[in-house]
Structure formats: structure tokens, C-alpha cells
């Protein structure tokens, strides 16, 4: 099982393939899962942030992937999570 990141970039290039990372679940409060980034996506993909004023850029964002080390057969997809990422 993995967990799907839109990471914004300002924040990117912090992220490398085979960096751990640490996944928390909305539904499990106090659970934590071990993973790694496995896949990222090269191109930015949708805005977070849409320029209000003139001159400013939108802020992209870009599909990371963590695979989930041991799920531990609670996780379910579709779940709500938070990941962090740990530079490796």
C-alpha cells in the first residue's frame, strides 16, 4: 500500500527518491507508519495557490508516492494522511 503526496515546490526539492518518511492517518490518531518516496513526479501538477494579485505565479505542485513499509493490515485506500518526509 502506498500514500500519494502533492508536495508543493517550494518544498520539492528537499524530497529525493528513497528518502524515509513517516505516515500518519486521520482514522489511526496516535499510529505511525515508515516508508519511502518510491516515485515523484517530474512535472508540476495543479495549483495550490492561484495568483490573486497581478504578477504573481501560482504556486504547482508535484505527486510524490511513499510506499508504506508495513501497513499492518489497518490501512485502507482512500484513507486521509499526513506524511513527513525525512532526508536521507
Not at 496516535?30 to 490573486?52: H, I, L
Not at 504547482?60 to 486521509?80: A, Q
Amino acid at each position: 500500500i502506498w500514500a500519494r503526496v502533492d508536495v508543493e515546490e517550494t518544498a520539492v526539492a528537499k524530497i529525493k527518491l528513497g528518502d524515509a518518511s513517516v505516515v500518519r492517518v486521520d482514522a489511526l490518531p496516535g499510529e505511525e507508519f515508515k516508508g519511502r518516496v518510491v516515485e515523484m513526479n517530474s512535472e508540476g501538477g495543479f495549483a495550490t495557490q492561484r495568483d490573486v494579485r497581478q504578477g504573481r505565479q501560482d504556486i504547482k505542485t508535484f505527486r510524490v508516492k511513499v510506499k508504506i513499509d508495513e501497513p499492518k493490515d489497518v490501512l485502507k485506500p482512500g484513507m486521509s494522511a499526513t506524511v513527513t518526509f525525512k532526508a536521507g
